[in-house]
């Protein structure tokens, strides 16, 4: 099974010594950590909400796509910022679920470059609360069906 569920502050994992964390979230594609687990990110992390805003602003037909970012205190805490563009507030859930498949596949592209993430056996691992399911508004089930489908990562999924 590629979802594991574990209960607990997403912000609280850690990975196995000497290698790097990705924390992930659906993103809208305006630029703002407004509300939900994005305004916890914001707060923080500042300086990441200031390059995905920036990114945000600067690119087009983000929808499906996905940003990896360096966390503020990288060099201490080893931990990537994984937007995942999932929604910009005009999608079905059905439409929000499928953009959210697209944002994983990208992510994992991009993922196969980078250097000493934490992994289980060989697929990178992508921590995550239940995205989607709060602001979005999309029923977890929806998600959790096109989580399985990536085939080239393992997710924890946080719960409180």
């Not at 594991?4 to 997403?10: E, Q």
């Not at 990537?80 to 059905?94: G, K, M, N, R, V």
């Amino acid at each position: 099974m590629t979802v594991k569920y574990i209960t607990g502050d997403l912000f609280r994992h850690s990975a196995q010594a000497g290698k790097a964390v990705v924390l992930a979230h659906a993103c809208n594609t305006g630029g703002s950590w407004g509300g939900g687990i994005a305004a916890i990110f914001r707060t923080k992390f500042p300086q990441a909400n200031s390059d995905y805003s920036n990114y945000c602003h600067n690119n087009k037909n983000l929808l499906g796509k996905s940003l990896l970012l360096k966390a503020d205190d990288f060099d201490e805490s080893k931990i990537y910022i994984a937007c995942l563009f999932t929604s910009d507030f005009s999608q079905t859930p059905e439409q929000i679920a499928s953009y959210t498949y697209k944002s994983l596949e990208d992510l994992a592209t991009q993922m196969k470059s980078v250097p000493d993430v934490e992994s289980n056996g060989v697929k990178k691992v992508v921590n995550m609360p239940k995205i989607n399911a709060g602001i979005f508004g999309v029923p977890w089930e929806l998600t959790e069906a096109e989580l399985e489908k990536v085939k080239d990562l393992s997710f924890n999924v946080y719960v409180l």
